[in-house]
Structures are given as structure tokens and as C-alpha cells.
């Protein structure tokens, strides 16, 4: 089986619609893909209706959170979508994220970027507004080359000259929240370095403690002696290992099942969730 357990569609900042994503993870040669957009569920529907045979999804999203002044973000699986704690702090992440967005384009605007908010909004279309499509602008205007030289202090990282925060979940609240919902707790690229600061792997224990089942070990911002070492501390910490693309279509230069995560861990994160089951397609719509 090959599983690919992060993937972005534009009902968050990804390129591909929800349907078309799962038709290339068919193609791509996929079993199992996880929709996990930015902190919404909106495209599970699409995804769902246009799901083909062969190919089973797995719902879920991306968590915004951060710890001590550190961003980070938590893979969140099979929960309910409804449960009302889950969904109401979603709904507050999300709300945060036009006004914040706005604000990365007025530090722009005085730092001599004529980029506007009209050119934002036509990049995230009916996606939650994020930093990617603040970088992509910055693609369109030729003050970058790609979406990645965005994230840099420059521009818009962590602490850049044009970063605005959002609010964001303490993760230890945001794992007890996915918990109840019924749903599976994985911490997305934990040592991610290129991206900013990173939480310290004694934080990662403490997650551990508060249920925190797994950690994204095989992912492209990971090098060899990285993925070894969080491996190592995944088995020290009794924590599953999972792997996947974080695919954003053509935003970013991953590709479907570039990573993939074993499906003994696979099947154990099933067995774990009860607040939603993974769907095996049966055609999809055309």
C-alpha cells in the first residue's frame, strides 16, 4: 500500500481542488490520501463526491498552534467535524486569517511591495487566506522567484520584516481538543528548521504525555540524519512514525507520495479514531 497522509487542496493553499487532488493521488499510484487542509474541513465534500475506485480517504486538517512563540502544526485525523469545541476554535483560526493577511500587505506596501489585497484574494479564491498566497503574489510581482524564498526573514517568516501573527492553538489544548472530537493527533514536521524555530524535543515528550499520538518523521523538509534521529525519538516516546508529501500542487515542489507512511501505522491510526472512518472511493463523479 502506498500512503500519503498530507496533502493541501484550495479550500486551504493548495493549487489542485479537493477533486481534482484525489484524481492525481489515483494516478500518482496511491491507496490511502489524507486531505488535511489549513484548519478547515471545507473540501472533504468535494473530495468525497469526486473520490475514485480504489483510492480511500482520509478527513482531516491541519492545525495552526503555537507553543512559547513557536509556530507549529498538528496533523489532526478522523475526527468529528462537528464536535462544537474542535470546530469553534477552527472557526477562530480561520477568522483571524483575513485581517492578518491584510496586515502582512500594509508591511509590504511600506517597504515599497505594490502588492494589494484584490491580488491576495483572487490567489486564495474559496481557500483560507494564508501566507502562501501572500508569497505567491510576491511570485506574480517578481520580488521572489518561487514561494519559498517568500519564507524568509526578508519577506515572511516567522519574525520577517512583513510577519504578522495569527491566533494560533496551544497544541497541548489543540491535542486534548482533536481527542475528544473522536479523532488522531500527529505533530506535522516537527524539525523543520528551514521554516523558523522549532519546539525543543522535551516539548515533544510533553505531547507525548498529554496524547499526542504520532510525529511526521519522513517529510521533504526533513534531511536524512533528521528523519534517523526523530525516529529514534518517536520509539523512545511510544509514538507512531508517519510520512507523507505535504503536496500543495503546484505551490510547492513536492509531489503526491514523494513520502509515504507504513501501513501497519496506517492501520493503527484507524483503530485509534472514532470520530470518523476512512471512505474507500467507489467511482467518483466525472
Known sequence: MRIDLHTHSTASDGTDTPAELVRKAAAAGL???????????????????????????????????????????????????????????????????????????????????????????????????????????LVELGVVDSVNDAFTPEWLADGGRAYVPKHETDPFEAVRLVKNAGGVAVFAHPAAVK??????????AELAEAGLDGIEVDHMDHDPDTRARLRGLAG????????????????????????????????????RATGAFPVPGTGGAA
Open 31 to 137: 491507496d490511502v490520501v489524507a486531505l488535511t487542509d489549513h484548519d478547515t474541513t471545507r473540501g472533504h465534500a468535494d473530495a468525497l463526491a469526486a473520490l475514485p475506485q480504489g483510492l480511500t480517504l482520509v478527513t482531516g486538517a491541519e492545525l495552526s498552534c503555537r507553543l512559547d512563540g513557536v509556530s507549529m502544526h498538528l496533523l489532526a485525523y478522523l475526527f468529528d467535524p462537528e464536535e462544537p469545541a474542535l470546530l469553534a476554535e477552527r472557526e477562530l483560526v480561520r477568522d483571524d486569517r483575513v485581517p492578518r493577511a491584510q496586515g502582512m500587505i500594509a508591511k509590504l506596501n511600506e517597504l515599497g511591495v505594490p502588492v494589494t489585497w484584490d491580488q491576495v484574494a483572487r490567489i486564495a479564491g474559496d481557500g483560507s487566506v494564508g501566507r502562501p498566497h501572500v508569497a505567491s503574489a
Open 236 to 271: 523512545e516516546l511510544g509514538l507512531l512514525v508517519t510520512g507523507s508529501s505535504d503536496y500543495h500542487g503546484s505551490r510547492k515542489t513536492c509531489v503526491l507520495g514523494e513520502f509515504s507512511t507504513d501501513p501497519e501505522v496506517y492501520g493503527e491510526i484507524t483503530r
Open 195 to 204: 521554516r523558523g524555530r522549532t519546539v525543543p524535543e522535551s516539548a515533544i
